[in-house]
């Protein structure tokens, strides 16, 4: 059977231990969702100091720094005024997504507020959440507004499709 996005979603057979009783096997929805689960904790492993903690809304792990970084982006060669977008991995302990939380330079057309869209990253298709914001830059106090926002979200399922939608 194929679902609406052209992923094809098959049942396996029956798989048995060695003494012939069932052993229970994982859908492809659950599949992808461990390998995602997965892949989180494999980049996380990377440098957990960068795994940022949110009561409430899960582990952040940022791609990009945030213009509080003040150390980490003079290590770089950077500027807090450089931190116009900050992308990353949210994992909200069911699953991970994919957050992108940008300023209006960033944002083209549109205007603030919290997008959505289903997307295959590589490793199955994952929720992915852009948030405009209306700060001149990324800073830790933004994303955490910012997580908030997208945890709600995640927590009421929204039905997702291949194009970006508005959801606030």
């Not at 390998?35 to 940022?62: E, H, I, M, T």
Request: proline fraction near 6%.
């Amino acid at each position: 059977m194929t679902c609406g996005h052209g992923v094809s979603e098959y049942r396996a057979a029956p798989v048995c231990s060695a003494a012939g009783d069932p052993v229970t096997t994982h859908s492809g929805a659950e599949r992808r969702r461990n390998a995602r689960l997965a892949d989180f904790d494999r980049r996380a492993s990377w440098n957990p100091q960068w795994v940022r903690k949110y009561a409430g809304v899960g582990r952040f792990l940022p791609v990009h720094p945030m213009s509080d970084e003040v150390e980490l982006l003079a290590s770089i060669g950077s500027t807090p005024a450089a931190c116009v977008a900050v992308d990353g991995y949210l994992h909200t302990g069911r699953d991970v997504h994919f957050i992108q939380i940008q300023t209006p330079p960033c944002a083209g057309e549109r205007a603030a507020g919290v997008y959505a869209r289903l997307r295959d990253d590589g490793v199955g298709y994952r929720d992915n959440y852009v948030v405009v914001v209306d700060d001149p830059t990324v800073s830790s106090a933004v994303v955490e507004r910012a997580l908030v926002l997208v945890r709600r979200l995640v927590d009421e399922k929204p039905v997702l499709g291949s194009n970006l939608q508005r959801l606030l």
